[in-house]
């Protein structure tokens, strides 16, 4: 175990009037002056062994002290211990036979009965078990939208999306078995111009949720954009995170807005980091210009943003990280890596009042990676520019977040 570290990070704010707590499509809400403690109790090397590697995705906690993550390069869902600490298990998802499911780009686990399998290329979900027994399978090319919803330049076509980029990006789908129903993010078809198209899409639905508890799946439409993303100045990137909070009840957290929202319950709050400064890259659909996939691309790894949302069930809390932006080389040439980010822990009680943030030091964890546990919040340490990390090694730090003063 790693000597103990502890930061004490004092938070002092201004709670909001009743009279500026609602804007015209959420609210912000009550800010509390608190302190958070932040100690590294532990300190956890799971070792690895020869062919097997920590290339794993969508990391989600299993019933018993273990976790289980996606390979997508090698198509097996990894499972490892917390208690053991090693390695577990494998599921070798197949690419051809009875059983097949190909190209899997992301998945979710509910239990040792329900894994939820996706394939972006092939829009099919995929519902098995931790012995590789098919339950279902889902042809989601099936759905298009409805007619009111269709134009000239909207078709109907859809795709659900749901996929990630190891050190980069997570697009995660959820289960929510209060309801029986899967949320996904939808990337809805259009003939329109680059700018125009962004426009366009946030007019557009951007959540289907899929109800499998029938013996036909039906598929609802929601649309639940922050209102500023319907103005002409708008960000570059549709995308944004899908989580699970209270009584699995599924969120949308905006990367390029502080908001986060409620699906079920339609509620909407603003959730700003003290560290905000507003730099993300906006473009101006009046001038009706053209910009590659290197400008999204770069938008994405230098603009600041909300890049996960976790909710911790032992400590009845959320957690919003913030990425800070990351600095332009004078040159334009030198694009610095996501995982160089500092980012913010936001500390939030279970009705989203702001409690407090901490700054955690960019090149050490993978924000994308946290799992809560009883003894406290495991995050990742397999960040690429963790020069003391050990390759041999799938490494975590738990970390125990106390607030002081409730």
Same mark, same amino acid.
């Given at each position: ?7 004490? @990070?004092?938070? &002092? #704010?201004? *709670? ?5 707590? +609602? ?5 912000? $809400?009550?800010? /509390? ?124 076509? @859809?795709?659900? &999306? #749901?996929? *990630? ?5 997570? +697009? ?5 078995? $209060?309801?029986? /129903? ?225």
């Amino acid at each position: 175990m790693k000597n103990l570290v502890f930061l004490l @990070i004092t938070i &002092f #704010s201004i *709670s909001c009037s009743e009279e500026n707590n +609602f804007t015209s499509n959420g609210k912000y $809400n009550n800010v /509390k002056s608190t302190a958070i403690k932040l100690e590294i109790v532990n300190d956890i090397k799971i070792p690895l062994r020869g062919d097997y590697q920590y290339n794993n995705s969508f990391l989600q906690k299993t019933e018993s002290s273990s976790f289980v993550g996606l390979d997508v390069d090698f198509q097996t869902l990894n499972f490892y211990s917390f208690d053991s600490l090693e390695f577990s298990k494998k599921i070798e998802l197949k690419e051809e036979g009875p059983t097949a499911t190909p190209d899997i780009s992301s998945s979710y686990y509910h239990n040792s009965d329900s894994i939820f399998l996706f394939s972006l290329t092939n829009q099919f979900l995929f519902l098995i078990d931790e012995n590789y027994e098919m339950i279902n399978k889902y042809n989601l090319r099936n759905f298009t939208l409805p007619e009111s919803m269709k134009s000239e330049n909207i078709p109907g076509e @859809i795709s659900f &999306f #749901s996929v *990630s980029k190891n050190n980069y990006f997570e +697009f995660p789908f959820v289960f929510s078995p $209060n309801h029986n /129903k899967l949320y996904f993010q939808l990337s809805i078809h259009n003939n329109i111009p680059k700018y125009k198209r962004l426009q366009s899409i946030y007019n557009l639905p951007n959540i289907g949720v899929l109800d499998i508890s029938g013996e036909n799946v039906t598929i609802e439409y929601k649309k639940n954009w922050p209102e500023s993303f319907s103005s002409n100045i708008i960000p570059n990137n549709p995308y944004n995170i899908l989580a699970k909070g209270e009584n699995s009840q599924p969120i949308v957290n905006y990367i390029y807005s502080s908001a986060t929202y409620s699906i079920e319950s339609k509620e909407q709050v603003f959730i700003p980091s003290n560290n905000a400064e507003d730099n993300i890259t906006l473009f101006d659909v009046s001038k009706y210009k053209s910009y590659s996939d290197e400008d999204e691309l770069n938008g994405i790894i230098h603009d600041e943003g909300y890049f996960n949302l976790v909710y911790d069930p032992f400590r009845k809390l959320y957690y919003k990280i913030f990425k800070h932006a990351l600095s332009r080389s004078d040159d334009g040439l030198k694009r610095p890596h996501i995982m160089q980010s500092e980012f913010s822990i936001i500390v939030m009680d279970e009705s989203y009042n702001y409690l407090g943030e901490l700054k955690l030091p960019g090149s050490k964890y993978n924000f994308l990676h946290i799992i809560p546990l009883v003894e406290g919040v495991a995050i990742s340490k397999e960040n690429p520019f963790n020069m003391a990390n050990e390759e041999e090694y799938y490494e975590f730090d738990i970390l125990k977040i106390t607030l002081l003063n409730q």
